[in-house]
């Protein structure tokens, strides 16, 4: 009987491993393409609303990548993640540089990259712990495998919290600035980057003093981080396309 159990108990242990790895890799697969209209933080938030005794907003228009201005990933690169094009999901020199600040400071300062931020908002929670952020690693791999660093902007772009109910670029520039994703200004793309760490408390529209000082350091390191996507990935395609029109 009892070596009975230990099989059933293995036998289950690994089958809900096959499944969590399939399911898994599978979601990852089909967000390769597929864009993504929701994610658990709107979810979350919706419910947060709702038990609150307020009307749940919602607003978030998926936008393609050509949609999006391209102040907007120069933007979030230069403030969240300067090393986002080279490295591999993983930024281990501001891991080291948080570790070694942490050690004097009181409030903890975080060094999540922005594929460790798009793993997180498509398939996790928002509460830290170190479940969620074991998670986070094993998703962050996964995109980092199967996604270009273009796609994981896009999606990043597209999901991120933007703003009490505001998801992803479309919105933001809709509600807060009355235009859209093409059209932000590399100041407004500023701006937005510079209330990510806090979008609740910061308001891009009606910006504070530190938000604005925010915004000038970021304009700054804009034009010193690499561009974004680099020009000789576009290079192939308009090779192609200059013997097409030879014909």
């Not at 993640?81 to 942490?102: L, P, S, V």
Request: charged content about 25%.
């Amino acid at each position: 009987m009892h070596k009975q159990l230990i099989k059933k108990i293995l036998r289950y242990t690994r089958n809900l491993l096959i499944f969590f790895f399939a399911s898994t890799i599978l979601a990852v697969l089909v967000y390769r393409f597929m864009p993504v209209y929701i994610t658990p933080l709107m979810v979350i938030r919706s419910v947060q609303q709702i038990t609150s005794g307020d009307k749940p907003t919602w607003k978030h228009t998926w936008v393609s990548f050509d949609k999006i201005s391209p102040n907007l990933p120069m933007a979030v690169i230069a403030s969240e993640d300067n090393r986002f094009a080279t490295h591999n999901g993983f930024d281990f020199i501001e891991i080291k540089k948080a570790m070694k600040e942490n050690e004097k400071r009181k409030k903890k300062r975080g060094a999540s990259t922005i594929s460790q931020q798009t793993a997180k908002n498509v398939f996790l929670w928002p509460q830290s712990s170190w479940v969620r952020k074991g998670f986070e690693v094993y998703f962050t791999f996964l995109i980092e495998l199967f996604w270009s660093k273009e796609r994981i902007m896009e999606v990043y772009l597209n999901s991120i919290e933007m703003g009490n109910g505001i998801y992803g670029a479309q919105a933001a520039a809709k509600y807060k600035f009355n235009t859209t994703a093409a059209k932000l200004t590399k100041a407004q793309c500023a701006l937005i980057a510079a209330t990510l760490p806090n979008p609740i408390r910061f308001n891009s529209a009606k910006p504070s003093p530190y938000i604005l000082k925010r915004q000038k350091q970021i304009l700054r390191l804009m034009n010193l981080v690499p561009k974004f996507p680099p020009a000789s990935a576009k290079k192939p395609v308009e090779k192609k396309k200059a013997k097409k029109s030879k014909r």
